[in-house]
């Protein structure tokens, strides 16, 4: 989770100078950030996003090889509820954030850029793009949904997130199920 107050006060306090000057970096680079429609251009972009690396992080990518029907229909589930933010350079996407309305909350529901223009470091103005968003919706928080303790935590704490465990309540809905609560299985 990301506390907002706003944006300026996570610019200038959330954040260290190296983050700040990796997202100036990115506008030098000619990168821009701009939110765009779900179509099919959009869909497109993240299609070539998906199907340049087989591997990413060291595991195989689950999104790797699936078509340009199969990722619209997957991904237009929640578009009523999100706004699609793209980071285009020379014209093309590089990258994209799915940024979820929760209500009292902003939500990135998926962020991903291009291996082949990471030195831009397009994803870095996307969550600076993402904080603005969520930062003029009044929203007090922006939650990264997926944490795990990989070589994303640390991108993560840079750019001022959080590390929150909720709790987690099983409730037994059967006999079998009261029976394995009751026994620890």
């Known amino acids: 989770v990301l506390p907002i107050s706003s944006y300026d006060d996570w610019w200038n306090n959330t954040i260290k100078s190296r983050i700040r000057t990796t997202i100036r970096k990115s506008a030098k ?3 821009e950030i701009r939110e765009s429609d779900y179509d099919d251009e959009f ?6 996003i ?3 690396a087989r591997v990413r992080q060291g595991r195989p990518f689950w999104h790797f090889g699936k078509d ?10 929640f578009v009523h509820r999100e706004r699609m933010i793209g980071a285009y350079f ?10 979820g309305d929760a209500g009292k909350f902003s939500l990135l529901g998926q962020i991903l850029s291009s291996v082949h223009h990471r030195d831009k470091a397009p994803n870095n103005a996307l969550i600076a793009k993402s904080v603005e968003l969520a930062a ?17 935590s640390e991108f993560r704490r840079r750019c001022g997130f959080q590390k929150v465990l909720a709790p987690r309540y099983y ?11 009751k026994t620890g299985a």
């Open 29 to 31: 680079h000619g990168v």
């Open 43 to 48: 869909v497109e972009g993240m299609s070539q």
């Open 50 to 52: 998906f199907n340049e």
């Open 68 to 77: 340009f029907d199969t990722i619209k229909k997957q991904f237009s589930r």
């Open 90 to 99: 020379e014209g093309q996407m590089i990258g994209f954030v799915m940024l």
């Open 136 to 152: 003029e919706q009044g929203h007090e928080q922006l939650v990264y949904w997926y944490w795990s303790d990989d070589s994303l």
């Open 171 to 181: 409730v037994p809905l059967t006999y079998k199920g009261r029976l394995a609560l």
